[in-house]
């Protein structure tokens, strides 16, 4: 579950980790009364969605299509306004006007960056918040090294850009150290990293409590990232979390019932959603073949088989290993509900998930919901031979596949037509 920028802030202030003042606006209203209450003459006011690059992006509704095509493409220089905008005057109230007017550019008007795509993401919340005194920009992060199973505390010199470009371009300016399974991260890990980033005085000492405090939010609130870029530090030496960007673990929510309550679903793709509430994990992709496979192996080899062929999947469905007829009626429905899919293709091992189930799911989808693209049906393992008699008889327009490349190739060949 991702988290809003001011979301991972109120999380990171509460573990004592230094965030600038800043309250969230719904409407241009609260953006003015918020700009108001924290006084001063310089603000910026920043697009709250979860996709990265929003100071790069561009609104749909003021930007040509050429612009928008530069963004997506991660274009250098582009031309005209994004979803991070600086607004400061020689007085508070010109800098509370400018925090207007970039309120009502972004509220209710699509963002296009580099990670949304041409489609953006309707802005419906922004962050006002005050302007901060940057001397140096870092970037810190904690997360779960894979390879190691323990948690490793990340940072660079080279904040305020991507940090997969900067292990692209430059994997020496990344320094890590790992916590202790037992005993946590350690004060002296946290000195060692502010070192490394040449840091001293006032802002080394800000910077081993910053450290400190993003491993203790990471483990408060049950996150897999927490991310900081950048962390600043000030021409005074303070350390400050600039922006944060914070996901928590879906599988702890359930001990996470504040954080839960802040689920913003409005940003979500809603086949996602809704297959969520069915406990099936989906993902949408950019194809014309829906995939609905048992296994998360199996859904890779399956989308895998599709593209040898030649053909693109438009989603990755597991319904797991133990669903149930309902759950398979639903992720049938969801697949075909996308006007991208051209034909399905379900591909089911029998484990603990029985094929003669599968069928009786499939079936009833179809008698529902009535079938307007090929369905190729590939079913072995448990109960399969019944699983494919259901489908014979229920006299419905299904071809059935014996092996995962014959059905890849039926699939393929039935949007090739």
Partial sequence: MKLHEYQGK????????????????????????????????????????????RGKGRFKEIADQQTLQMVVAGAGDVPGKG???????DTHEQAVAKVQAAAEMMLGHTLVTKQTGLDGVKVKTVL?????????????????????????????????????????TNPGAIHKVWADSVVGLGDWQCRQ????????????????????????????????LVEINPMIVSSQGDVVALDAKVTIDDNALFRQK????WYDASEDDTSETEASKYHLNFIKLDGNIGCMVNGAGLAMATMDIIKFYGGEPANFLDVGGGAQRDQVK????????DPSVQAVMVNIF???????????????AVAEAGLKVPLIVRLAGTNAEQGKQILADSGLAIIPADTLADAAEKVVAAVSQ
Avoid: W
Wanted: one cysteine or more; glycine letters at 14%; charged letters at 20%.
């Fill in 330 to 337: 639903a992720a049938l429905q969801i697949i075909t509900r």
């Fill in 83 to 89: 979803g991070v905008q600086l607004c400061g005057g």
């Fill in 193 to 224: 990293m502010a070192f490394k980033l040449g840091l001293s005085g006032k802002a080394f000492k800000g910077a081993v409590k910053l450290f400190k405090g993003l491993y203790q939010t990471y483990l408060a609130a049950d996150a897999s």
């Fill in 350 to 364: 029998g484990g603990i998930m029985r094929c003669d189930v599968i069928a009786q799911g499939v079936v009833a």
């Fill in 128 to 168: 006002v918040t005050t302007g901060a005194d940057i001397a140096t920009e870092l970037y810190v992060a904690v997360l779960l090294d894979r390879q190691t199973s323990r948690l490793v505390l990340m940072a660079s010199t080279e904040g305020g850009t991507e940090i997969e470009e900067v292990a692209a």
């Fill in 258 to 261: 504040e954080i839960l309550g």
């Fill in 10 to 53: 109120e999380l990171l202030r509460r573990q004592g980790v230094p965030v600038p003042p800043g309250k969230a606006a719904h409407n241009v209203a609260d953006a003015v009364a918020a700009a108001t209450e924290l006084g001063g003459d310089f603000f910026v006011v920043k697009a709250m969605v979860h996709a990265g690059g």
